[in-house]
């Protein structure tokens, strides 16, 4: 099957760093990558849509100077949170999916970061 | 306007017993997918079950299946002979339009408890 991975699957920095989350798709190119937000017991909420070679779409409210998204190759898209700050403490976890290939067009989930910016 | 809505935040059933996670959707876009996903304390999103607009059949996956009413905009999911490893977030999501680069809308999710 398809998979995803992400890269760390946990981190703890303090206020005012940037941290570089990496979601790869290991066996099968993606055309199209997102990555969402997820606070506790919440659901999941898009953040924004990046295709290889494209600059990202970008949800409404959500800062593109904040959240770098970089999706350089068919197989990599990098999220940066620039300057966390402790409201920036989240579950973030990346999807990818591939025009010819899924279970019923199936997004394939990376297996999450979780964010604490102290 | 809510584009998935899942009305029961959480749902307790015994060990071995039936349970029905309610569904609505809302979109005037012929074309759509729907997915149920299970999401464990881990936080990894597990795929369960796809049902597409046209699709004449309610599908199945093992013991998951899916009760999809059209004209009511409802697609339930239905897990048969509950087990405690079921115990989890399951999440309804729909993804409108043909274009596999469009997003997914996820509703709220609902909470399940299995209980020994």
């Known amino acids: 099957g398809a998979v995803v991975s992400q890269h760390p699957s946990r981190v703890i920095c303090k206020s005012g760093t940037s941290v570089k989350i990496e979601c790869r798709s290991l066996?099968?190119?993606?055309?199209?990558m997102f990555w969402y937000r997820q606070f506790p017991k919440q659901s999941l909420m898009l953040m924004a849509t990046?295709?290889?070679?494209?600059?990202?779409?970008?949800e409404q409210g959500v800062e593109k100077d904040k959240f770098l998204i970089n999706h350089a190759s068919l197989t990599l898209s990098t999220l940066t949170v620039t300057s966390a700050h402790p409201e920036d403490s989240s579950f973030y976890i990346c999807s990818a999916s591939q025009t010819d290939r899924g279970r019923g067009n199936e997004q394939f989930f990376g297996p999450g970061t979780r964010l604490t910016v102290l | 306007a809510q584009k998935i809505t899942q009305t029961q935040p959480g749902m307790f059933v015994q060990e071995k017993e039936a349970v029905t996670l309610d569904c609505t959707y809302d979109t005037s876009d012929p074309s759509y997918g729907l997915f149920w996903y299970k999401q464990p304390s881990s936080g990894e999103m597990i795929f369960l079950i796809y049902q597409g607009s046209y699709d004449q059949q309610n599908a199945t996956e093992g013991r998951y299946s899916l009760n999809f009413q059209k004209a009511r905009k409802s697609a339930n999911l239905v897990i048969s002979a509950s087990q405690l490893g079921d115990s989890a977030m399951y999440f309804c999501a729909m993804r409108e339009g043909l274009n596999y680069g469009q997003n997914f809308v996820f509703g709220p999710g609902t909470r399940l408890s299995v209980l020994p």
């Open positions: 990046s295709n290889e070679g494209f600059k990202a779409t970008y």
């Open positions: 066996d099968f190119q993606a055309t199209t």
